[in-house]
């Protein structure tokens, strides 16, 4: 069954404090993996999109890389404005339905 | 250019009732997707569109669902009758299957309370 696995749960931080967080999926034919940050009270706002092994994607302060089974979003010397739930998601099927996971809360304090 | 809207941003409703919300996609995008998250739990899919056409419901709980998209544009998903375990929030997404990246966009959610 496909499944998606984000850890932690939550992460908190100092700021400048850099940190990595964890998306572990298992999918039969990756057709890419989304990155998502949601702020309290909004819908998923988009990041980044990867879709094979070993490619690597920044913005700012985030880099997402991707390996066979897993991604990870690293963050580098935070600030608090990055606070937010990081969400995965993985397409189920060519019509791109999303398989969520559950995210990780990120508070990085001043 | 505008984004995914999504109306009401929170509804308030007795068990029993019915509820109607609305989405409004990025114009031109011809995919429309429907998601909810429910307290503590992740995101789920439950419903597709292409244009006016239902791809995929499979994700839907049950027959008190109900989801249109009229000629294409807006879609709107009811609810009738409300049950507690539909609370939650609603989001929905809009993508464009032409060139370009996959990616789907999302409105801001209507928070769904069921009393």
């Known amino acids: 069954e496909d499944q998606v696995t984000q850890s932690p749960e939550a992460l908190r931080l100092q700021e400048g404090e850099s940190s990595s967080l964890n998306c572990s999926y298992t999918?039969?034919?990756?057709?890419?993996l989304f990155w998502y940050r949601q702020d309290p009270g909004k819908g998923p706002e988009f990041l980044f999109t990867?879709?094979?092994?070993?490619e690597e994607k920044e913005k700012e302060r985030l880099k997402a890389t991707l390996t066979k089974k897993e991604s990870f979003l690293h963050i580098t010397a935070p600030k608090p404005e990055d606070s937010a739930t990081y969400l995965c998601a993985v397409p189920m099927d060519s019509n791109y339905q999303l398989i969520w996971g559950a995210g990780t809360k990120l508070i990085i304090k001043p | 250019e505008a984004g995914v809207t999504q109306f009401p941003s929170h509804s308030v409703i007795e068990k029993g009732q019915t509820v109607t919300l609305r989405c409004d996609p990025i114009?031109?995008?011809?995919?429309l997707y429907w998601y909810r998250r429910v307290m503590g739990k992740e995101i789920k899919f439950l419903l597709h569109f292409v244009k006016e056409s239902k791809q995929d419901e499979s994700g839907m709980p049950n027959n008190r669902f109900l989801a249109e998209r009229t000629g294409g544009t807006y879609s709107t998903l009811k609810v009738q009758p409300a049950e507690l375990e539909d609370s939650g929030v609603y989001f929905c997404a809009s993508r464009y299957s032409g060139a370009g990246p996959d990616t789907q966009y999302f409105g801001p959610g209507t928070r769904l309370t069921v009393l």
């Open positions: 999918v039969s034919g990756l057709r890419g």
């Open positions: 114009s031109g995008h011809d995919n």
């Open positions: 990867l879709y094979s092994a070993g």
